[in-house]
C-alpha cells in the first residue's frame, strides 16, 4: 500500500448502524452490505489502483485503523481476485468509483493475507472486522505508475541542485564516487582501503543536509559495528564506508536514491532526505 499525494482529499462519512443493515454473503464467507451503488458495472484490472478510505473496527466496535490517520489519499493496487479469497480485498473488487459499503471479514485471514502479519493477541479465534470503504476512484495503474515516476525524477533533480549547493558553500572538495556517493577525505587513514564482506567498527555523526542532526554514535558512546553486505544500513552508507582506510575520517553525501528514497523513513528520515555523514573507521577485520 501506498500513499497518493496529489489527490483531492473528500470525506468519508457513513451511518454505522450495521446491525441493522442486511449482509450478503460471498461463497468465501466474506459479508458485504453496499451504502451507496452505483449502476455502473466495476470495470476493474488487476494492477489498477484504488483510491480510497477505508476504517475498520473489532466486534467491540473498537475502532483499529483510520486511513485518513495515515495518509491524506490512500491506495492500494488491485490484487488477482484468485489470491484475496475470504479477505476485505475480495469485497472491494465489487465495487465501482463512488459506491460506500460495508464488508464483515474473518480477522485471522485479514490479519495473515492481507496484512501478511501474525494476528494480534487481542483478536478473539474466529472474530470477524466490519470495514467501512468508500472507493472514490479506480486508476490504470500504467498512468498511475507514469504519475510516480514522473513525481519522483523531478523530485529528485531538485535534490542533486540543492546538493550542488551545499558542496560549493562548505568549501571542500568532494569526488564523485561512481555510484553517486559524494566522498571528500578530512583525515588521511592507513593501508588499504577497506574491501567487501568485512566486519567494520566506526563512529559516525549523522545529519541532513540543512545541519539538523539525527544520529551521533559518539553521544551514545558506542561504536557501530555491522558488516557490509549485511543489509544493516543503507546502500550509499555502506559504499561510502567501503572506500575507507583504517583511521581516515570522511564526509558522504548520500542522495536520497541510495538511501531512504521517495518515501523516507517514517518519523525519522523525510522523503527526498539527502544524507551526510562524517565517519570516523576505527577498525576493520
Same mark, same amino acid.
Given at each position: 500500500m501506498k500513499p497518493l499525494f496529489f489527490l483531492p482529499l473528500t470525506l468519508f462519512l457513513f451511518s454505522c448502524g450495521s446491525e441493522k443493515q442486511e449482509f450478503q454473503t460471498l461463497p468465501s464467507g466474506v459479508e458485504y452490505f453496499f451504502v451507496n451503488k452505483t449502476n455502473e458495472k466495476s470495470i476493474v484490472k488487476q494492477g489498477d489502483v484504488w483510491n480510497l478510505e477505508m476504517e475498520y473496527y473489532n466486534s467491540n466496535d473498537s475502532l483499529l485503523y483510520r486511513s485518513k490517520d495515515v495518509a491524506q489519499d490512500f491506495v492500494m493496487y488491485v490484487p488477482d481476485s484468485n489470491s484475496v479469497k475470504g479477505s476485505v480485498e475480495e469485497g472491494i473488487l465489487l465495487m465501482n468509483k463512488s459506491d460506500s459499503a460495508l464488508f464483515r471479514v474473518d480477522a485471522e485471514i485479514f490479519f495473515t493475507k492481507s496484512m501478511k502479519k501474525k494476528v494480534p493477541t487481542f483478536i478473539k479465534q474466529g472474530e470477524k472486522l466490519l470495514f467501512?470503504?468508500?472507493?472514490?476512484?479506480?486508476?490504470?495503474? #500504467?498512468?498511475?505508475q507514469k504519475s510516480i515516476d514522473d513525481w519522483i525524477n523531478k523530485m529528485m533533480a531538485q535534490e542533486l541542485l540543492v546538493?550542488?549547493?551545499?558542496?560549493?558553500?562548505?568549501?571542500l572538495k568532494f569526488? #564523485?564516487?561512481?555510484?553517486?556517493?559524494?566522498? !571528500?577525505?578530512? #583525515?588521511? @587513514?592507513? @593501508?588499504?582501503?577497506?574491501?567487501s564482506h568485512k566486519k567494520v567498527k566506526i563512529n559516525y555523526i549523522g545529519h541532513f543536509i540543512d545541519g539538523r542532526e539525527f544520529d551521533n554514535t559518539y553521544k551514545r558512546k558506542e561504536p557501530f559495528v555491522f558488516s557490509l553486505d549485511s543489509g544493516k544500513t543503507v546502500k550509499g552508507f555502506e559504499i561510502g564506508v567501503s572506500s575507507m582506510k583504517k583511521s581516515e575520517q570522511a564526509r558522504f553525501i548520500i542522495p536520497s536514491s541510495l538511501g531512504y528514497g521517495p518515501y523516507g523513513r517514517a518519523g525519522v528520515i523525510p522523503r527526498f532526505a !539527502?544524507?551526510?555523514f562524517d565517519v570516523e573507521m576505527i577498525d576493520f577485520e
Amino acid at each position: 500500500m501506498k500513499p497518493l499525494f496529489f489527490l483531492p482529499l473528500t470525506l468519508f462519512l457513513f451511518s454505522c448502524g450495521s446491525e441493522k443493515q442486511e449482509f450478503q454473503t460471498l461463497p468465501s464467507g466474506v459479508e458485504y452490505f453496499f451504502v451507496n451503488k452505483t449502476n455502473e458495472k466495476s470495470i476493474v484490472k488487476q494492477g489498477d489502483v484504488w483510491n480510497l478510505e477505508m476504517e475498520y473496527y473489532n466486534s467491540n466496535d473498537s475502532l483499529l485503523y483510520r486511513s485518513k490517520d495515515v495518509a491524506q489519499d490512500f491506495v492500494m493496487y488491485v490484487p488477482d481476485s484468485n489470491s484475496v479469497k475470504g479477505s476485505v480485498e475480495e469485497g472491494i473488487l465489487l465495487m465501482n468509483k463512488s459506491d460506500s459499503a460495508l464488508f464483515r471479514v474473518d480477522a485471522e485471514i485479514f490479519f495473515t493475507k492481507s496484512m501478511k502479519k501474525k494476528v494480534p493477541t487481542f483478536i478473539k479465534q474466529g472474530e470477524k472486522l466490519l470495514f467501512k470503504i468508500k472507493l472514490k476512484d479506480i486508476i490504470d495503474g #500504467k498512468e498511475y505508475q507514469k504519475s510516480i515516476d514522473d513525481w519522483i525524477n523531478k523530485m529528485m533533480a531538485q535534490e542533486l541542485l540543492v546538493i550542488r549547493d551545499y558542496i560549493a558553500n562548505e568549501n571542500l572538495k568532494f569526488e #564523485k564516487l561512481d555510484s553517486g556517493v559524494f566522498k !571528500t577525505v578530512l #583525515k588521511e @587513514g592507513k @593501508g588499504n582501503v577497506l574491501a567487501s564482506h568485512k566486519k567494520v567498527k566506526i563512529n559516525y555523526i549523522g545529519h541532513f543536509i540543512d545541519g539538523r542532526e539525527f544520529d551521533n554514535t559518539y553521544k551514545r558512546k558506542e561504536p557501530f559495528v555491522f558488516s557490509l553486505d549485511s543489509g544493516k544500513t543503507v546502500k550509499g552508507f555502506e559504499i561510502g564506508v567501503s572506500s575507507m582506510k583504517k583511521s581516515e575520517q570522511a564526509r558522504f553525501i548520500i542522495p536520497s536514491s541510495l538511501g531512504y528514497g521517495p518515501y523516507g523513513r517514517a518519523g525519522v528520515i523525510p522523503r527526498f532526505a !539527502t544524507l551526510i555523514f562524517d565517519v570516523e573507521m576505527i577498525d576493520f577485520e
